[in-house]
């Protein structure tokens, strides 16, 4: 139990739950600096049962990041990240609101996460892997979030990711951009994003399975969808400053209601 205190200024990771069991973060506070590298808030690297509620982080990395490893060492050890629940928490700054990845190997699976508030973070739910490093992420049930002043993207996926954030990948034009499958997204509004949404496959392994439903964004660029298939869009509301609202790109399946 880590409950009604804080933690802040760590050199790298702050708090890192590390294959634990019946964890509960309540009422916790983490703070690191925005300018810190790898400072990420709380990672919750292949643990099982755990309570991540009414709490608030802001950091220099990613905020809530939930992990199982990297690469061989991950596979391994075979210990996915599961049955996790995440609940009115705030996020300010950070490289994610709340994130899956990168280091994903053993897998993710049995997620929560309502009624959350990301403000002023690069990207508002992220999803990061990349080729070989393997690891299932599914069953990840995402509602009830609110975004303002998202620097980049407001959802992302990203099966190319290369070890930048989403504002230094944007600015180098970088076009290996996030990870997935049976993930269920709704009641999410974003007031204020560079780009509402992007989906970014491996030509060979697509982003597959997404439902997002129920969702109102406002961002300069609209929805992005490559090398992805199975997606299902239900009274997603997307307000572009410019271009179109959905741009799609070898993608199979896409269901827009």
């Known amino acids: 139990l880590l409950e009604d205190c804080s933690f802040q200024n760590s050199p790298c990771w702050n708090v890192h739950p590390l294959m634990c069991k019946n964890l509960i973060v309540n009422r916790v506070n983490i703070h690191n600096p925005y300018y810190s590298q790898n400072g990420d808030a709380i990672d919750v690297d292949s643990c099982e049962n755990v309570l991540i509620t009414n709490s608030t982080f802001d950091a220099g990395d990613d905020g809530i990041c939930i992990k199982s490893g990297k690469d061989a060492d991950g596979r391994r050890r075979a210990r996915p990240c ?70 980049a993207d407001a959802i992302l996926f990203d099966l190319f990711y290369g070890g930048k954030s989403a504002v230094e990948a944007a600015a180098e034009k970088d076009e290996t951009v996030n990870v997935p ?63 179109d609202a959905i741009t799609t790109l070898r993608v199979k399946n896409f269901n827009n209601i």
């Open 181 to 243: 499958a049976d993930i269920y997204i709704s009641n999410v509004c974003c007031n204020g994003a560079s780009r509402a949404m992007l989906f970014n496959g491996l030509p060979e392994m697509p982003v597959t399975n997404i439902n997002v439903s129920d969702c109102t964004i406002t961002a300069d660029e609209g929805i992005t969808l490559r090398n992805s298939q199975d997606i299902t869009f239900k009274n997603v509301k997307c307000y572009p400053e410019k271009g």
């Open 82 to 151: 599961k049955n996790l629940i995440v609940d009115n928490c705030t996020v300010f700054h950070g490289h994610g609101g709340f994130t899956v990845g990168s280091e994903m190997s053993g897998g993710v699976e049995n997620i929560k996460v309502s009624n959350c508030r990301f403000l002023g973070t690069d990207v508002g739910l992220r999803f990061k892997s990349k080729r070989g490093r393997g690891g299932v992420v599914k069953n990840i049930y995402i509602n009830d979030i609110y975004m303002k002043d998202i620097l």
